[in-house]
T-cell receptor, first 116, second 111 residues
Framework: GAVVSQHPSWVICKSGTSVKIECRSL??????MFWYRQFPKQSLMLMAT?????????EQGVEKDKFLINHASLTLSTLTVTSAHPEDSSFYIC????????????FGDGTRLSIL | AQRVTQPEKLLSVFKGAPVELKCNYS??????LFWYVQYSRQRLQLLLR??SRESIKGFTADLNKGETSFHLKKPFAQEEDSAMYYC?????????????FGDGTTLTVKP
C-alpha cells in the first residue's frame, strides 16, 4: 500500500516550454504532498509543500511564479515548470504520506526534466 | 533551523564486515528521524524510523539525543546493501511537518 505515482518519468523539451508533472497517491488520500529537486550526486532539496485546497508553501529561494503547484484533490498534485530554461533541468521528485506530514514519506519515481 | 549532516559521501566495505553510516542533526525540539534508502534504479523508500526501534534488513539505528546522532549500523554487510542512504529529520507540529535530508551516503559492499 501507500503508492505514489509520478508522471511523466522523463521529458525533454525546448527552452521556453511549460512542463507539467503529476504526482498521484494511488491508494490513499494526502492533504499534503512535497516537491523536491535533486541535482546529480546531491541531496533532495525541498522546493515546496503542496496543500490540498490552498496555496502551496514555497521554500526560500524557490520562485513561485516559475514553479506553479496545484493540489486540486486529495490524490493529485501538479508541478508546472513555466517557461522552462536549461537551468531548470533536474530530477524532480514528489512525496506524500497517508498520515501526518511529518510521518514517513512515500516517494514517486521522479521526473527527469531536460530543457534544450 | 533544522539541519542533517552525513559526513561521508562514499563508504566502501567488504561483504561480511560491519558498516556504520553516520548521521548528525541539529534541532532544538524533539525530531522524528528516519533513514531512507535508494537502490539502483528504484525509488527512494523508508528503511527505518527511530520511533519504531525495529531492525530492518539487519540495520538498526539508535537516536542519541546527547550527541544528536542517528547512526545506521549493520553488523555484517551484504552486497545487496549497496545503495544510497539518506538520513532525514522531520518536526512534528512545526514547519508543516516537512523533512530535511542529509546529503546522502553511497554505500558499496564489495564481494
Amino acid at each position: 500500500g501507500a503508492v505514489v505515482s509520478q508522471h511523466p518519468s522523463w521529458v525533454i523539451c525546448k527552452s521556453g516550454t511549460s512542463v507539467k508533472i503529476e504526482c498521484r497517491s494511488l491508494d490513499f488520500q494526502a492533504t499534503t504532498m512535497f516537491w523536491y529537486r535533486q541535482f546529480p550526486k546531491q541531496s533532495l532539496m525541498l522546493m515546496a509543500t503542496s496543500n490540498e485546497g490552498s496555496k502551496a508553501t514555497y521554500e526560500q529561494g524557490v520562485e513561485k511564479d516559475k514553479f506553479l503547484i496545484n493540489h486540486a484533490s486529495l490524490t493529485l498534485s501538479t508541478l508546472t515548470v513555466t517557461s522552462a530554461h536549461p537551468e531548470d533541468s533536474s530530477f524532480y521528485i514528489c512525496s506524500a504520506t497517508p498520515g501526518q506530514p511529518w510521518q514517513p514519506q512515500h516517494f514517486g519515481d521522479g521526473t527527469r526534466l531536460s530543457i534544450l | 533551523a533544522q539541519r542533517v549532516t552525513q559526513p561521508e559521501k562514499l563508504l566502501s566495505v567488504f561483504k561480511g564486515a560491519p558498516v556504520e553510516l553516520k548521521c548528525n542533526y541539529s534541532y532544538s525540539g524533539s525530531p522524528e528521524l528516519f533513514w531512507y534508502v535508494q537502490y539502483s534504479r528504484q525509488r527512494l523508500q523508508l528503511l527505518l524510523r527511530h520511533i519504531s526501534r525495529e531492525s530492518i534488513k539487519g540495520f538498526t539505528a539508535d537516536l542519541n539525543k546527547g550527541e544528536t546522532s542517528f547512526h545506521l549500523k549493520k553488523p555484517f554487510a551484504q552486497e545487496e546493501d549497496s545503495a544510497m542512504y539518506y538520513c532525514a529529520l522531520s518536526t512534528p507540529n512545526t514547519n508543516a511537518g516537512k523533512s530535511t535530508f542529509g546529503d546522502g551516503t553511497t554505500l558499496t559492499v564489495k564481494p
